[in-house]
């Protein structure tokens, strides 16, 4: 069973940067795409980026320029580099593993970032 671990949020002021890191367990990471999520309070959770096991990466439009997604397989750990935050940018962040099929159906504990001056 995989487990996912989420670290680095926190409470930053608008403009500023944080990097999230997911340490995942079990063998084969390279072999997955992995995304993070993230869900603001009242709303749905949504997707934000993806990497393939190759480093092939997708953002969703609001994150575009702002937000890195990046992997290193040697060490089972999927960062999201995030610059520029601003306020609707607060949420619980996800990181997530999608299953053979494409599913993203394996989820870390998350980690709450607060964008506040």
């Known amino acids: 069973q995989v487990q996912l671990v989420e670290s680095g949020g926190g409470l930053v002021q608008p403009g500023g940067s944080l990097r999230l890191s997911c340490a995942a367990s079990?063998?084969?990471?390279?072999?997955?795409?992995m995304g993070w999520y993230r869900q603001a309070p009242g709303k749905q959770r949504e997707l934000v980026a993806t990497?393939?096991?190759?480093?092939?990466?997708n953002y969703t439009d609001s994150v575009k320029g702002r937000f890195t997604i990046s992997r290193d397989n040697a060490k089972n750990t999927v960062y999201l580099q995030i610059h520029s935050l601003k306020s609707e940018d607060t949420a619980v962040y996800y990181c997530?593993?999608?299953?053979?099929?494409?599913?993203?159906?394996?989820w870390g504990q998350g980690t709450q970032v607060t964008v506040s001056s």
């Open positions: 997530s593993r999608a299953s053979r099929r494409g599913v993203y159906d394996t």
């Open positions: 079990g063998s084969f990471f390279s072999c997955y795409d």
């Open positions: 990497i393939t096991g190759r480093g092939h990466t």
